[in-house]
């Protein structure tokens, strides 16, 4: 299994409600991410976990409250969110964090925040 | 402060014309520079780095460091080019990141 798996697909959300993300790799990859993508924007770091824990937070507000249970998941909590959270929601993976590993990329959730 | 600049947001050619994305960066040392693709209703994927100094695709990135830059070329562009180019480069500073440029939608007009 060479992909990057990702759900809900869509996703809409009220500001009070509480939803998940979930992100899953079967490559072996010791290295995930979450990224934000908005329209017509290049996508944004947020969070990178390597080896199961958290290694970088791009000073992300606490109302997204990423986790990685195992090496194949990666999960992203959402909590309180505010319309302009709305955007496309990437999880990647590779096999290392840093250098120069290839990124495996999802297809992304979108997540509407009304 | 570290920067990647990619100069056009659209770029318009005919089939069968060359093809230049331009990246250029600003950063200290030697950064280690990528080009991600994604087409439409596809995945963000890597098209090549250029530590590996390979040609994929037909399209080739050669670091410039004189000019500081990390172009993207294709001598014949096919009308299954088009799509978004990301320049990215890795990033240091504390901890070493991807950081995507602002991106080039590349399209070949048939």
């Known amino acids: 299994d060479t992909e990057v798996t990702q759900t809900p697909k869509h996703l809409v959300m009220g500001m009070t409600n509480k939803k998940s993300l979930k992100c899953e790799q079967h490559m072996g990859h010791r290295a995930m991410y979450w990224y934000k993508q908005k329209a017509k924007k290049p996508p944004e770091l947020m969070f990178v976990y390597s080896y199961e824990k958290l290694s970088i937070n791009e000073s992300v507000p606490s109302r997204f409250s990423p986790e990685c249970p195992n090496s194949s998941l990666l999960n992203l909590h959402l909590h309180a969110l505010q319309p302009e959270d709305s955007a496309l929601y990437l999880c990647?993976?590779?096999?290392?964090?840093?250098?120069?590993?290839?990124?495996?990329f999802g297809p992304g959730t979108r997540l509407t925040v009304t | 402060a570290q920067r990647v600049t990619q100069p056009e947001k659209l770029l318009s050619v005919f089939k069968g014309a060359p093809v230049e994305l331009k990246c250029n960066y600003s950063y200290s040392g030697s950064p280690e520079l990528f080009w991600y693709v994604q087409y439409s209703r596809q995945r963000l994927q890597l098209l090549l780095r250029h530590i590996s100094r390979e040609s994929i695709k037909g399209f080739t990135a050669d670091l410039n460091k004189g000019e500081t830059s990390f172009h993207l070329k294709k001598p014949f562009a096919q009308e299954e080019d088009s799509a978004m180019y990301y320049c990215?480069?890795?990033?240091?500073?504390?901890?070493?990141?991807?950081?995507f440029g602002i991106g080039t939608k590349l399209q070949v007009i048939p």
């Open positions: 990647a993976s590779s096999s290392e964090a840093g250098t120069s590993y290839e990124q495996y």
């Open positions: 990215a480069p890795l990033t240091s500073g504390g901890y070493q990141k991807v950081t």
